[in-house]
């Protein structure tokens, strides 16, 4: 491409992003969160586990307004992920892509995920007001089991797409309740299926692995970083490493009264002690860098008078330097009781983004007049697997407090907007140039 073209471009691409609505971006997102929740307006939160009957809904009502516009296609691949296409001059070419999660957290907030599905298609709906189209094809995705609450591990669906052959193993994996993943998993794609049948949808072809030219994430910081030094964007260069662990304990039920304390095999006193050697070792360690949680913590029989015979407990260990997470991996296995068990439920190494894609961010927020800085994420997205796969990176919107995972999780709409600009001034680029055509079908907001 010559300066002027470059140019040129540029010029669109910051027309693109001018024509992301607030008003639109911000009735997509309630009107999401209103999938699942909890209690009047999004202060209570919002439940929608991963392929929950919340979440199935919420898809089809996301997917819907743009299912039967010409110049779009709805599909659903083998590991349930569902994708929206804005078809390109060049259709043969593989699509840039963007998109995110709307599993939440057993209680979480409206934002977490939701933000980069309903930005993404904002940014649909921008082009379709400026008549726009680009060369490429722009696929806007909505990830499996993000959030690996329901079924552990998480970024099922992202890990799934970009490394096929690991589908058959989370096929096997149940939920609390005992039911397999892949039953949640057919269930979903039958859901989708049907509707598009219904509903006359234009439908396309998923196939798990299919190539992909670049991959670009918008979501929520989750953490306290952008708010306090008043940056709208964050362009994320890295995400740390993360492992989770389970560790199961077994002992022998007996009375709480007549048993002494030298008789027993107490599963909760072996677990206890196993649990505090991780914390203690958290809080003595000085490196503020690591973050190491229990999450999940089980005991059975659970009665107040009967010794437990068995507790399961979870544990989620980040650091962006491997060496920090295997020390607290020799730990938990010079900690563990005799006869504890531990299994690896996720594994992921720091992963960094493409150079030139996380540029891309930079020269839109420049572009843009977007405050911003380059950061680390915190948390663990599906641009993670994708980094692994094609060209990715991500943008980050403020979290009022840094608060996340939890019903109180905010952000203010003008920074959602202004980070969902940034992202359309990429997807833009990515997928240009940009040449003008009839609208599709303008836009009903
Ligand atoms: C994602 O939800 C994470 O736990 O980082
Ligand atoms: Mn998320
Ligand atoms: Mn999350």
Known sequence: MNALDAMRDAALAGDVARAVGTASLEARLRGLAAHGAVGAGTGGGVARQALCAHELAARRWLVQPFARRPGYRVGIDAAANVFVRRDGQESMLSPAMTGSHIDTQPLGGWLDGAFGVAAGLEVFDALDRLGLRTRRPIDVAMWTNEEGSRFAPGLMGSVAFTAPQRLEAFLGVRDGDGLRFEAARDAAVDDLRAEALREGWRWMDTPLARPVHGYIEAHIEQGPVLEAEGLQVGCVSAIQGVRWFRITVPGRSAHAGTTPLAARDDAQAKAVRTAHALLEHAARCGDDRLRLTIGRWECSPGSINTIAERVVFTVDVRHPEAAALDAVRALIDAALPAGGQLEVLQDKPTVRFDAALAGLA???????????????????????????????????????????????????????????????????????????????????D
């Open 362 to 444: 930079r020269e839109a927020c420049a572009a843009l007049q977007l405050s911003h800085r380059e950061m680390l994420s915190g948390a663990f997205h599906d641009a993670m697997p994708l980094a692994g796969f094609c060209p990715s990176a991500m943008l980050f919107a403020p979290s009022r407090g840094g608060v996340s995972h939890h019903p109180d999780e905010d952000t203010p709409i003008d920074d959602l907007a202004a980070c969902t600009r940034a992202l359309a001034w990429c997807l833009a680029r990515l997928a240009g140039p940009l040449v003008s055509s009839t609208p599709p079908e303008a836009s009903k």
